[in-house]
């Protein structure tokens, strides 16, 4: 089983970024999927879900209207687009796939700062 992000970086406050979760070793199609993040210092939190189909997503207070998860079955991706990034989205975000046997990726490291 693996879970491969990617896309993380340096941005500006302001900026955007897109992040990727590469699925593989499961039934994709089975889990719903989820990013979490965890900044320094703090613990780790659900950022945005969604469900195994994709009709549903849910994400947390901080991150609505900025955030949108979405996902592509068809290539066992999970994707996170994040806009109107703050310094305070900094943290190491976490590809999760939701389920009895939850597996976790390794984590991208998304820096926000001028």
């Known amino acids: 089983v693996q879970l491969v992000e990617s896309g993380g970086g340096l941005v500006q406050p302001g900026g955007s970024l897109r992040l990727s979760c590469a699925a593989s070793?499961?039934?994709?199609?089975?889990?719903?999927m989820s990013w979490y993040r965890q900044a320094p210092g703090k613990e780790r939190e659900l950022v945005a879900i969604?469900?195994?189909?994709?009709?549903?997503?849910d994400y947390a207070d901080s991150v609505k209207g900025r955030f949108t998860i979405s996902r592509d079955n068809a290539r066992n991706t999970v994707f996170l687009q994040m806009n109107s990034l703050k310094p305070a989205d900094t943290a190491v975000y976490y590809c999760?796939?939701?389920?009895?046997?939850?597996?976790w990726g390794q984590g991208t490291q998304v820096t926000v700062s001028s």
């Open positions: 969604i469900s195994s189909v994709g009709g549903t997503t």
């Open positions: 999760h796939a939701v389920g009895p046997n939850g597996y």
């Open positions: 070793g499961f039934t994709f199609t089975s889990y719903h």
